[in-house]
């Protein structure tokens, strides 16, 4: 078994480079299962992964054919496949950005957690207020069901497709797709999309309540 022992000289700094007859061999890293660290010190220590300009503590740059990281978990519960730790009364958890914009977050206070999107008014334009959302509310067609994955929990929620023409915008992917080896892209819901019609569904049987009992 080989050994590589680096050590930095008196201002701290050290390189270990491990090199490959080409650039078409796999390099790698192992550290032993027993024990081992790795340790980025200091204020403007980086790794960069896929990146020769890391930005941040670990920069991994990811492929499009693939996940940037991939995490799998053991098999004991109760243990997290990924932790964050804030050391911020209120600070963020995770930032999420698209072309370099921030778009959504997930946040903690010291007792809490909020997964945020964003809703700034001056992101916005051609704000009007909905209308008729009980005609639309009433298209909705809540079930009940269990995956096929988890036969034994029946749980309440709604079909993909069937939620997709009412609030498309809660809905990601396609009716029944399938990519090029003929395998299904599964549809994906975000039910919190569905809130505001709810809110305003709720206050307009409010205002005809109202009316009916003011007649």
Request: charged share 20%; net charge negative.
């Amino acid at each position: 078994m080989s050994k590589v022992k680096i050590e930095g000289n008196a201002s701290g700094t050290g390189t270990l480079t491990i090199s490959a007859p080409n650039t078409n061999t796999d390099r790698s890293l192992t550290l032993p299962d027993t024990a081992g660290e790795v340790l980025v010190n200091g204020t403007t220590s980086n790794v960069g992964i896929n990146t020769t300009s890391p930005t941040a503590k670990l920069h991994i740059l990811g492929e499009n054919a693939a996940a940037a990281v991939k995490i799998i978990g053991g098999s004991t519960n109760g243990y997290y496949n990924l932790e964050i730790q804030n050391s911020a009364t209120n600070g963020y958890g995770v930032g999420f950005k698209d072309g370099g914009s921030i778009v959504g977050s997930i946040t903690t206070t010291g007792s809490a957690t909020s997964y945020n999107t964003s809703s700034d008014y001056r992101l916005k334009e051609n704000v009007v207020a909905m209308t008729d959302a009980t005609t639309r509310l009433k298209q909705l067609q809540p079930k009940r069901f269990n995956f096929i994955a988890d036969a034994d929990m029946t749980v309440d929620g709604f079909l993909a497709h069937e939620v997709q023409s009412i609030v498309p915008e809660a809905i990601t992917g396609t009716h029944n797709e399938i990519d090029d080896d003929g395998n299904p892209v599964y549809q994906g819901i975000d039910q919190s999309k569905l809130v505001p019609l709810l809110v305003k569904t709720i206050q307009e049987l409010e205002s005809r309540i109202t009316a009916l009992e003011n007649a």
